[in-house]
């Protein structure tokens, strides 16, 4: 790991390409600006927007236009997809990385492409940009153009959606198992977070098709080399994925629904016994209420066995309520 002083401001890492060599040549953190360009070469650069100095170095950078500057230094949360005097530029929805573990936290790569660069920046590490980095490492001479890096990064985000939908894939079966059990809980609180996160990579996901779409329709004298190709491939492949979360979403719908009717079948159980209950208790409760009531000539105020007496009334009051109730069918 190199831990020298950076020289580019807000320096992740950088590669550059050679086609003609095939080879991918990581830079060191000693690099200048002016390492990275060479002849018959394109390069990658990765920044952290947390450098406040970013913006600054941006415009130090040949062939980037002052839309796709800001594009590189904006701070929406939203996917976006610009083609433009042959470059491409916009937003892209990944997940965030820890330093010990993947999350499915949303983050966003901002990047701007041309034929001869392609630079991104972020705020926090992203995992699809991570494992893109690792494949370079591992097959260099597979990337001959900027806009092979562009289509990487879109396939390991499709790949980071995939193991996500198989991860609350996972965590649906386990609910389900409980909800259908003989004793179900309530797994509305644990169900919450897993239907929030398929709704919102559902939501980013189908933006990010729709301007895939709307990019490759742009005029071939604005569009990138290559990109009419790449991206007629990786709409096909985001589609494919989009169909998984969509059914992920629907079967966490359903779920919630089957929560909700035994929640409510439950509740009407209970309320039923109350009512039972209250049927039961009515009639003795009017006989207590009688003998308290404070008159005269109340009977069995006089003699020996006014409260046996009374204690038969009750009892047969709550005998007469159940018959009751079973002649009219309610229990």
């Known amino acids: ?41 394109f390069y990658w650069l990765h920044l952290n927007l947390v450098d406040a100095r970013v913006p600054a170095l941006l415009e130090t950078l040949d062939g980037l236009t002052e839309e796709a500057k800001s594009a590189l230094t904006t701070h929406d949360t939203h996917a976006a997809l610009t083609v433009d005097e042959q470059m491409l530029y916009g937003t892209l929805v990944d997940c965030q990385r820890d330093f010990d573990q993947d999350t499915n936290n949303l983050g966003w790569l901002h990047f701007a492409m041309s034929d001869r660069f392609i630079v ?84 980013h996901l189908r933006t990010v098709l729709a301007l895939m779409r709307r990019a490759a329709a742009a005029d071939d004298d604005e569009m990138p080399f290559g990109f009419d190709d790449v991206a007629r491939r990786l709409t096909s492949r985001l589609e494919t994925v989009d169909h998984d979360v969509y059914a992920l979403q629907d079967r966490a719908r359903l779920l919630h629904e089957e929560i909700d009717s035994k929640q409510s079948s439950e509740t009407n159980r209970h309320l039923y016994l109350l009512s039972i209950m209250t049927a039961f208790l009515l009639p003795p409760t009017l006989v207590t209420g009688f003998f308290g009531m404070n008159t005269a000539n109340l009977p069995f105020a006089v003699g020996d066995y006014g409260t046996e007496y009374a204690v038969i009334l009750i009892i047969a009051s709550i005998v007469f309520a159940w018959w009751l109730l079973r002649r009219v069918d309610i229990l």
């Not at 079966?173 to 003989?182: A, G, K, S």
């Open 120 to 203: 991104t920046t972020r705020l926090q590490p992203l995992r699809s940009v991570e494992r893109a980095r690792t494949l370079i490492e591992k097959n260099p001479g597979k990337f001959s153009r900027p806009v092979d890096l562009f289509e990487l990064l879109v396939i390991e985000f499709q790949r980071t959606l995939i193991a996500i939908v198989i991860e609350l894939t996972e965590e649906l079966n386990q609910i389900e198992d409980i909800v259908y059990d003989n004793a179900p809980r309530d797994e509305r609180r644990r169900l919450a977070p897993v239907r929030r996160t398929v709704v919102r990579l559902h939501r």
């Open 1 to 41: 790991m190199d831990t020298l002083p950076v020289n580019i401001p807000g320096f992740v890492w950088a590669y550059r390409f050679s086609p003609d060599e095939k080879t991918a040549v990581r830079l060191t953190n000693t690099a200048t600006v002016a390492d990275l360009t060479a002849e018959n070469c």
